[in-house]
């Protein structure tokens, strides 16, 4: 298994009470396709077909102000495998980060072997955002799943 599943990844399922119909007509009511302007009540965005569908949560701000998990779905009888994931950019400006506080690390480093800005430092920094990041993450993902399992009249199962 790869580092960025482990991570960045979790699954989930929700058994719903609801038949096929009825969960992509419910989907349907709190989404809007992309690139449109219609915010009203809607909690998501995305692309929904008969059996499965590519989501993304806008309900804490607008739907390009935030870091969003991508949310795939899989809809089979009365079952919805969910997947959320990090989307490549957003890992990608992770990775830029962190590179950029070693590039610093570096270049302040010799200037001044005795001061505030030592290897501890910029580790520390490394870890708080990554830490900060999963756990912005997860609250996204819990938000997600409560909206989702009671517009779908389900519960949820954590897969991994």
Known sequence: MKFKNILFKRQFEIISSLETEGIIANLKLITYKYNSNQFENNQFEGKIESDNFKILPIFDFGPREQLRPEIN???KNRVIKLE????????????LFINFCIVIYLF???IKNESFLTWKFFLFIIIFAFLMFCIYLNVKIKKSIKILSRTLEGNEKNIC
Do not use: A, R, S
Request: aromatic share 12%; no cysteine.
């Open 84 to 95: 959320f994931k990090i989307p490549n950019l957003v890992l990608y400006l992770l990775i």
């Open 73 to 75: 779905g899989i809809i």
């Open 108 to 110: 302040v480093k010799p």
